[in-house]
Every structure is written in structure tokens, then in C-alpha cells.
């Protein structure tokens, strides 16, 4: 096969398990508390400017930033679900949806007030390495791993414990929870912080690869919430899946055009499939 | 005794503008089974609801040992002891049987007590350990039962709630459920059950209730209801 092929097909996949860790998170709080949070990108976009501030600016080690980073975020998921989405809960869906919007534009607002729209970049690199005829970037593979231990942390949290089974009962049937001795605001905000976390992980690992500014989410927001979409908005595996599928597409696409074409291609494909499977390509 | 029993006051509710329930009182003692029948639209669900707090009186009083049940939130009172089969099993279909009843032992109280209930429940309905890894949903609707009142069983209640455990059963199936109810009454456990299956329901429990466009319209110790004649009339299909 032709090596760089072979090369867009790994950075393809690489590119997808970056994508799949926001899926995930927005995914999770779909199906728990059954509202699309619209400011996701940016809650990732606060862990990065909090990973390079506290890694470049104040010269915490990178673990430790990167850990801050993750709880800052999962604390940054439970206060939008307590003050924001919670007082919205029995409200029609379009007004939260409205309402986490507005978080978005508030989050890239304080962003500039605070850091101006300047990049910031956190000057870290790996070197990078040789698989075979592929040479592959080692910062890339290392959150592509990252990613995967993430998912398979949440996969195992969701599968083998209370809550996590509670987690994935609840998204089929609120109602009957409080008969089982769950209470379901409970399970909202645990979910809520999960899904910050999951926010907070990305963010490590986009950093890495990416500079930071206060639009940064526009970069990686619509992709995400067009997977989840075609995975099945609130199908875990569906958008696990579809974010490798996506992945591939771009950068295959990006291999036989450019990057730019290669978007296109990604967002022509899925209104393709919008107007074959609208349920979402995974859905049973 | 007195302590673990269930005590309902003349309690009126309902939902929005409908009112389904008007002053119905009742009582279960401590290892009593209890039915509630009547035709359908009669409260019988309602009144269930009412006793697991998934919705509240608008008067009248819910007790159980010693506590105001309209007090405390609905996802409390599993911890202690009630279980509700609710009507149609509300099982999580996308679930195997086993996480099914994993949910069922969510409370803090039951999670020690997990493997030893679980495989307790196993020994109660053998098919539901050849099935423990199928999903819930692919399984048929007398095995769905047995598994609803396996995961009520999970919590270690002390007195378990059934919403027309027969509905939509084959015969056959129905006395599968109504053997395995009698069993677990064997057990010690209280039973509160509500059925539309007046003739099968009234040879498990001592005594039922006779439900009404939400009233109670009589009641009495099972053998007396099933030889009165006005109630071999209208459920027994007797002459």
C-alpha cells in the first residue's frame, strides 16, 4: 500500500479517538439528563487556556495541570447542570438548548476578557516515531492512547458499577428510578461531572496539538456534535464508532485533496447520511 | 408487630383535573397478603403509586412502621422496605437480566448484600440464571415478571407491591406467577397486590379489597369475598 495512504488511514484514526472523547461526554449527558449541551467545545476550550496556564505561566508540572484541568472542568459540568440546566429542566428543549448557547458565547467572552484572542501554544512536543514505513507523531499517539483509556475507564465505570448501571438505566426510563432507590437528581449531576471530566481529558490532549484562543471551539464543536449526531444522539458506541468513521474520512480526504476539501467531504457525507438513517447510523 | 405495617387513611388523589382516588383508607399487617381488585380505571394503580410516593395525596395519610410516607421522597423509601412492581414491569430492556437486578440493589443498605439476594433470586426462578446475561427486553412477558419481581426482591424489602402481575400473561403463566407469589409469602414477606385477576388473586391472600371508581366497595378475608354473591357476580363470572 502506498505509505502515505497508510499514513492519512493511521492519522485517520488517531484523529478519531481525539473526536470520541467529547462525543462521549456530550453523549453521556444526552441520554442521562436529556439536554444537548451547546457550550461543550468551549468547556474544552476552558480546560486548554487552564492546562496552559497553569503548565506555561505558572510552571506546574504538566501531570499536575493536566489533573487540575480535569477536575476544573468537571467541577465546570456540575455548576452549568445546578445553574443552568436544572431551572430549565421542565422547560421545552429548545429553551435550554438556548440557554447552554449562551453559556457558549459567555465562556468565549470571559475567555478574551481574560486572555485576549492571541494563540496560545503550550511548546510541548513528542518525538515522532517510526511503525513500520509510517512515521507517526508521538504527541498524536500518545492522546490517541490517553483517549482510549478514557473511553475504557468510563466503558468499565458505566458497565460495572451501581452507578453506572443506574446511568444507563436512566436513560431509558426516569420514571421508574425513584422504585429502584435512585434519586434521579443525584444521577444528573454525577453524570453532569463526568461529562466535564470527559471535556477536561479532550482538552489535555488537544492542547498538545493545538494552540488555544477563545474561538478554538469552533475548530472541533461542530464535528463533534455532527458524530454524535450521526452515531445517534445519546448511543455511546454509535458515536465511539461514527468518531473513528469521521476521523478517517478527514484524513483520507485530506490525503486525495486538502484539508479544507476534506472537511467538506465529512460534512457532505453526513447530510448524506442524515437523509439515509436520520435516527443515526448506529441506531437499532 | 404494630412497627413494620402499612397504613393508608383517607387518601384522595389523582392527576391534574382527574381525580382517581376519594378517600380510600386500607390496611396490610405485618406478613399479611393483601389484594386490591376491580375493573380497570378503578384506582388500583393509583393507589400504588400513592404508597411508593411517585405521586402524592392531596389529603389522607400513607404509613409505614411508624413513618409518614408524604414526608420523605419517593427514592427513599425503598431503603425502608418497600418494593414496587410497577405496572407493565418497567424492566430496563436494554439491560441484561443480571444489571436489571443490579439496579434493583442500588441502595447503599442492599449493595453488601448483592450476591447472596441475586443468587437467592436465581434459586426463586432458575430460568432467570440460565438468562442472566440475555437482555431484558428479548425475554417473554412471564420471564419479564419473574425478573420485575426478582429486581423488587433485590432491595431485601419488607413488604413488596405488585401491579397486576398477570397482565398479558398466557393461563399457564399467570399460575406461574401467582406460585411464585405464594412462595415468596412463604418467606415472611408482606404482600400488597393489586389484580384485575379477581378469582386467581383472591386464592393467594388472606384478605382484599374491593376498589371502585376509586372507593373501597368492600372488603373482607379472601374465602368470604370469593362466596359473596354480589362479588362472584360481577368477577367471578358466577351465577
Known amino acids: 500500500m502506498d505509505p502515505f495512504l497508510l499514513e492519512a488511514l493511521v492519522n485517520g484514526i488517531l484523529l478519531g479517538g481525539v473526536f470520541a472523547l467529547p462525543v462521549l461526554g456530550l453523549n453521556l449527558v444526552f441520554g442521562v439528563v436529556d439536554v444537548v449541551w451547546l457550550c461543550y467545545a468551549e468547556l474544552v476550550m476552558v480546560g486548554m487556556y487552564a492546562v496552559w496556564f497553569f503548565y506555561s505561566q505558572m510552571g506546574w508540572p504538566l501531570p499536575l495541570a493536566f489533573a487540575v484541568c480535569i477536575g476544573l472542568v468537571a467541577v465546570l459540568g456540575v455548576l452549568l447542570h445546578l445553574l443552568v440546566v436544572r431551572p430549565l429542566l421542565t422547560q421545552p428543549p429548545i429553551n435550554q438548548v438556548l440557554a447552554t448557547g449562551g453559556v457558549l458565547f459567555v465562556l468565549q467572552g470571559v475567555a478574551t476578557l481574560i486572555f485576549s484572542t492571541e494563540f496560545r501554544a503550550l511548546g510541548v512536543d513528542m518525538p515522532p516515531m517510526e511503525v513500520g514505513e509510517v512515521f507517526v507523531s508521538g504527541t498524536k499517539l500518545a492522546a490517541f492512547c490517553a483517549a482510549l483509556l478514557g473511553a475504557g475507564a468510563l466503558w468499565a465505570f458505566l458497565k460495572f458499577t451501581y452507578v453506572g448501571t443506574a446511568i444507563r438505566a436512566i436513560a431509558r426510563d426516569r420514571e421508574v428510578m425513584p422504585l429502584m432507590g435512585v434519586d434521579p437528581q443525584r444521577i444528573y449531576l454525577i453524570a453532569s461531572a463526568i461529562g466535564g471530566a470527559l471535556a477536561g481529558l479532550a482538552a489535555c490532549l488537544l492542547i498538545v496539538q493545538l494552540d488555544v484562543h477563545p474561538f478554538v471551539g469552533l475548530s472541533f464543536g461542530p464535528i463533534t456534535f455532527m458524530i454524535c449526531v450521526m452515531g445517534g444522539l445519546g448511543n455511546m458506541l454509535g458515536g465511539f464508532l461514527a468518531a473513528f468513521l469521521m476521523g478517517l474520512i478527514i484524513s483520507v480526504g485530506g490525503f486525495w485533496g486538502t484539508t479544507e476539501l476534506s472537511y467538506v467531504v465529512a460534512f457532505a457525507f453526513f447530510i448524506v447520511v442524515m437523509f439515509i438513517r436520520p435516527q443515526g447510523l448506529f441506531a437499532r | ?239
Open chain 2, 1 to 239: 408487630m404494630e412497627q413494620a405495617s402499612l397504613s393508608i387513611d383517607a387518601v384522595h388523589a389523582g392527576y391534574g383535573d382527574f381525580q382517581a382516588l376519594f378517600g380510600v383508607s386500607l390496611r396490610v399487617d405485618p406478613g399479611e397478603a393483601v389484594g386490591v381488585v376491580g375493573p380497570n380505571g378503578a384506582g388500583k394503580t393509583t393507589l400504588l403509586r400513592v404508597i411508593s410516593g411517585l405521586i402524592r395525596p392531596r389529603s389522607g395519610n400513607v404509613r409505614f412502621a411508624g413513618q409518614d410516607l408524604a414526608k420523605v421522597p419517593a427514592h427513599t423509601l425503598p431503603a425502608l422496605g418497600i418494593a414496587h412492581v410497577p405496572e407493565n414491569r418497567r424492566l430496563f430492556p436494554h439491560l441484561t437480566v443480571e444489571e436489571n437486578l443490579r439496579v434493583g440493589a442500588f441502595t447503599a443498605a442492599a449493595r453488601p448484600h448483592f450476591e447472596a439476594r441475586r443468587d437467592h433470586v436465581y434459586t426463586l426462578f432458575p430460568r432467570m440464571k440460565e438468562r442472566r446475561h440475555q437482555l431484558a427486553g428479548t425475554m417473554s412477558g412471564g420471564e419479564q415478571q419473574m425478573c420485575a419481581i426478582g429486581r423488587a426482591l433485590m432491595s431485601g424489602p419488607k413488604i413488596l407491591l405488585l401491579d397486576e402481575p398477570s397482565a398479558g400473561l398466557a393461563p399457564l403463566v399467570v399460575q406461574q406467577v401467582f406460585d411464585l407469589v405464594r412462595r415468596i409469602r412463604q418467606e415472611g414477606l408482606t404482600v400488597l397486590i393489586v389484580e384485575q385477576n379477581v378469582a386467581q388473586v383472591l386464592r393467594v391472600v388472606d384478605r382484599a379489597y374491593v376498589l371502585e371508581t376509586g372507593r373501597v366497595a368492600a372488603e373482607g378475608a379472601s374465602a368470604a369475598l370469593a362466596a359473596d354473591p354480589v362479588i362472584r357476580r360481577s368477577y367471578l363470572g358466577g351465577h
